[in-house]
């Protein structure tokens, strides 16, 4: 019979309350509270990983799962809470420092798009709305690049986020009317740059004067232009405006200033409208970017 003992860890599993555990140990990094209070807002019970224990000289320290242990302690509102511990009994210090260090070395972090496509399977309804919105303008949110596909998956889903469904309607349309799809006129900063000028300006942003005025230049010359001017998607708003204000009468063209004085209302209760899947969101005041969707985890360490 084979031996597959050296592939099979040599722990055993207990119930320790919150308040026999030990996480302060140096080769550890400090607790984040705001990640604990963040992640304690939107508790799933079904996301807590066993938190990985160290028994030294009668004492369980913690060397995987400080922050779950907060954040159960946190929710429960006791440190007399039980959680269910993987016990090591026969690591010392410097070993268990080694597994702290290279614990993640190897593990692969889900994408944006691994994750949004699993909320569509889970039914959720904000990505299901999203993608059937990009489904209406015959898109396809994808993984890589390819003719009609959004792969700025975190960037849509900012967008709904901080400005609502009816913004990123109405960012998709003014991209496909005034680029027909051209590579990337989709992208996460031309997105965000739309985004931002409608959130400026509403309605006094024409947008047959946008297609107008910003369609006779190719997206990679908006691209070029935009990196000169800033890093980002502030760039891409700025050429876009410049390009719209172009041969305009004062009194109809728009001020520069309002892009960077114009904030996001604080976003309040959505509405939804089962029907016709519109969306009322009034807004709230984050940072959109095109970096990867941030994880609430339970057990991230």
């Known amino acids: 019979m084979d031996d597959f003992s050296k592939y099979v860890p040599d722990v055993h599993y207990e119930l320790i309350p919150i308040k026999n555990l030990v996480s302060n140990q140096d080769y550890q990094r400090n607790l984040s509270v705001k990640h604990v209070q963040k992640a304690a807002n939107e508790f799933d019970l079904c996301q807590i990983n066993p938190v990985k224990v160290s028994r030294r000289d009668g004492i369980n320290y913690v060397f995987n799962g400080q922050h779950t242990i907060e954040i159960i302690a946190l929710v429960s509102g006791s440190r007399e809470t039980p959680v269910w511990c993987m016990i090591y009994d026969d690591l010392k210090y410097e070993h268990e420092a080694d597994i702290f260090a290279n614990q993640s070395k190897f593990v692969k972090p889900l994408l944006p798009y691994e994750i949004f496509m699993a909320n569509l399977e889970a039914g959720s309804d904000k990505h299901l709305i999203i993608n059937s919105l990009v489904e209406s303008y015959d898109l396809v949110i994808c993984s890589h690049p390819v003719p009609g596909g959004v792969c700025a998956v975190s960037t849509l889903e900012q967008i709904y986020d901080k400005y609502g469904y009816h913004t990123l309607d109405r960012v998709l349309r003014l991209c496909i009317g005034?680029?027909?799809?051209?590579?990337?006129?989709?992208?996460?900063?031309?997105?965000?740059?739309?985004?931002?000028?409608?959130?400026?300006?509403?309605?006094?942003?024409?947008?047959?004067?946008?297609?107008?005025?910003?369609?006779?230049?190719?997206?990679?010359?908006?691209?070029?232009?935009?990196?000169?001017?800033?890093?980002?998607?502030?760039?891409?708003?700025?050429?876009?405006?410049?390009?719209?204000?172009?041969?305009?009468?004062?009194?109809?063209?728009?001020?520069?200033?309002?892009?960077?004085?114009?904030?996001?209302?604080?976003?309040?209760?959505?509405?939804?409208?089962?029907?016709?899947?519109?969306?009322?969101?009034?807004?709230?005041?984050?940072?959109?970017?095109?970096?990867?969707?941030?994880?609430?985890?339970?057990?991230?360490?």
């Open 178 to 301: 005034t680029w027909e799809g051209e590579n990337h006129s989709l992208s996460a900063n031309m997105l965000n740059g739309v985004a931002r000028l409608i959130n400026a300006y509403g309605d006094s942003l024409k947008d047959d004067i946008f297609k107008e005025k910003n369609g006779i230049f190719s997206v990679r010359t908006i691209i070029r232009n935009a990196k000169e001017r800033r890093v980002g998607s502030l760039g891409f708003a700025e050429t876009l405006l410049i390009n719209y204000n172009k041969k305009m009468q004062t009194h109809s063209s728009l001020p520069i200033e309002k892009l960077y004085t114009h904030k996001v209302k604080h976003k309040q209760k959505e509405e939804v409208d089962e029907d016709t899947a519109s969306i009322s969101y009034p807004f709230d005041e984050r940072d959109s970017s095109d970096a990867t969707d941030e994880q609430l985890t339970l057990n991230i360490e």
